[in-house]
């Protein structure tokens, strides 16, 4: 059984930093497993922010890039996403989602048959 546990979430202030992580188990091939990003806003549909895949290759919203970083230590079977310079409007649950590669998608919710309970990140 796959899960995904996230954490790393909390209250920053503006142009603060926080760094995710998302620690997965259960995949018989892990080498082979896309994972992402996602996040919802109150009272708004959940978008993606970010998603790396099996090789490392990267995909990030255009609202994220320059300030968000995805990476993953495969030893460890975790996924990080370091958040800098954040602003209020980053406010939101944020998930970790994952499934098998390819992806034709990255950023799009469907893609993703497994995903994390969420951690909230809140900016002021």
């Known amino acids: 059984q796959v899960q995904l546990v996230e954490s790393g979430g909390g209250s920053v202030q503006a142009g603060g930093s926080l760094r995710l992580s998302c620690a997965a188990s259960?995949?018989?091939?892990?080498?082979?497993?896309?994972r992402g990003w996602f996040r919802q806003p109150p009272g708004k549909e959940r978008e993606g922010v970010a998603a790396?895949?099996?090789?490392?290759?990267?995909d990030y919203a255009d609202s994220v890039k320059g300030r968000f970083a995805i990476s993953k230590d495969t030893a460890k079977n975790t996924l990080y996403l370091q958040m800098n310079n954040l602003k209020e409007e980053d406010t939101a649950v944020y998930y970790c989602?994952?499934?098998?590669?390819?992806?034709?998608?990255?950023?799009?919710?469907?893609?993703?048959?497994?995903w994390g309970q969420g951690t909230q990140v809140t900016v002021s």
């Open positions: 790396i895949d099996s090789d490392g290759a990267s």
């Open positions: 259960g995949y018989r091939l892990s080498s082979v497993v896309c």
């Open positions: 989602a994952a499934n098998y590669c390819p992806l034709v998608g990255p950023l799009m919710d469907y893609e993703y048959h497994n």
